[in-house]
C-alpha cells in the first residue's frame, strides 16, 4: 500500500471548500438568515448530530453562547448531544431514535431553530427530531452530504456539501457553520462587552 502524503488532505479540503462556496453561497446565506432571525426574535437554537456530528453541534452551540470573535452577550443555543444521563436513558427506556426529539420536544418551543449535522441524511434519530420540530411550529435546518439524504425533503433549509467522504464533509460543516456565526455576531447580535483580544 501506498501512503498518503497527509498534504493532500489539505489539498483536497481546499478544492471540496471551492466547491462548496459555488455550489451552496445561495443556501448559507439563507441559512444565516435563518439563524439570525431566530436569535433575534429570541428563539433558541438546537443542535443535534452523531459520532463526529455530534462534536460540531457541541462546538457549534459553545461558540454562540460563550462567543466567537467578539466579545458580547451570549446568544441562545444549546447541543442536545451532551447529556449522558438523558441519551442513556431516553436510549434505553424508549429508542435510540428518540434521543434528540425527546430533547426538542421538552425544551424547544415555536420560533426555535432545529440544526442538524448528518453527513447521510439518514440517521434516524435526525430525522425524528426533524419531525417533531416540525410538528411544534419550529424552522430547522440541516447540513449534509452525498445525496442529502431523505432528511433534505424535510427540513426549511437543507445545505448538501457536494462530496461522498464524511470526514470532507464534516470538515466543510464547521467551516459552514463558523461562517454563518461570524455574520451573526458581526451583524450586532448580542451586545459588546469589551472588545475582543
Known sequence: MTPIDPVTHLTELAETATRSATALGAGIREATALVHGTLANGGTLLFCGNGG????????ATEYMVRYRRNRAPLRAIALTTDTSNLTACGNDFSFDEIF???VEGLGRA????????????SPNCLRAVEVARAMGMRTLALTAKDGGAIKAMVDCCLVVPTDRTDRAQEIHLAIQHAICDAVESAGLG???TAAP
Do not use: E, F, K
Not at 456530528?53 to 457549534?60: L, Y
Open 53 to 60: 456530528s455530534a462534536a460540531d453541534a457541541q462546538h457549534m
Open 101 to 103: 426529539s425527546r430533547q
Open 111 to 122: 420560533g426555535d431553530l432545529l440544526i442538524v449535522h448528518t453527513t447521510s441524511g439518514n
Open 191 to 193: 451586545a459588546d462587552r
